[in-house]
Antibody, heavy 114, light 107 residues
């Protein structure tokens, strides 16, 4: 059974940093491009970014609102995806999901507030 | 970025009704489109991929069609468990973009 389990969410002040993790199991993690998608309270889904597999270069791409502030990385030895979020803004408040596109984690809530 | 315009934004329907949701892309995306169902407090679940391929385990009352810029999700006979919000997602070019969602409510 495929599982994606996010962790690391919480309350952070504007300008602060947070690192999210996503542990994958039940599939060959190293072969899969992984992504982060977020959903602000009561709003729709928004793509954050993705990281390719190592065999495809392990490069990461980001949407404009987070480019330069967020960094996606992966540790295939631990089957874990990361999202490092810096210079957080109130508008980054959302549930953050990791996803293979087909499979999704349950999400972790990030609240940016003073 | 490719804009995905989804309609309607909400609809009310009864159990047994046929429901159709549309997504229009701002430029051609071939068949690089998926449909997702999301229930309150839950993660999205993929129903359809490649515009018309049914995800394994998804009931056959769900179907997708379209190519290029116009796509539809059809629920042939709405069931109580289908009341949810539905999103389309294009993956033809980066960044992937979602439609704004269609909330299907009980009439």
């Amino acid at each position: 059974e495929v599982q994606l389990v996010e962790s690391g969410g919480g309350l952070v002040k504007p300008g602060g940093s947070l690192r999210l993790s996503c542990a994958g199991s039940g599939f060959t993690f190293s072969n899969v491009w992984m992504s982060w998608v977020r959903q602000a309270p009561g709003k729709g889904l928004e793509w954050v970014g993705r990281i390719k597999s190592k065999s495809d270069g392990e490069t990461a791409d980001y949407t404009a609102p987070v480019n330069g502030r967020f960094t996606i990385s992966r540790d295939d030895s631990k089957n874990t995806l990361y999202l490092q979020m810096n210079s957080l803004k109130t508008e980054d408040t959302a549930v953050y999901y990791c996803t293979t596109i087909k499979y999704w984690g349950q999400g972790t809530l990030v609240t940016v507030s003073s | 970025d490719i804009q995905m315009t989804q309609s309607p934004s909400s609809l009310s329907a009864s159990v047994g009704d046929r429901v159709t949701i549309t997504c229009r892309a701002s430029q051609g995306i071939r068949n690089d489109l998926g449909w997702y169902q999301q229930k309150p407090g839950k993660a999205p679940k993929r129903l359809i991929y490649a515009a018309s391929s049914l995800q394994s385990g998804v009931p056959s009352r769900f179907s997708g069609s379209g190519s290029g810029t116009e796509f539809t999700l059809t629920i042939s006979s709405l069931q109580p468990e289908d009341f949810a919000t539905y999103y389309c997602l294009q993956q033809n070019s980066f960044p992937p973009t979602f439609g704004q969602g269609t909330k299907v409510e009980i009439k």
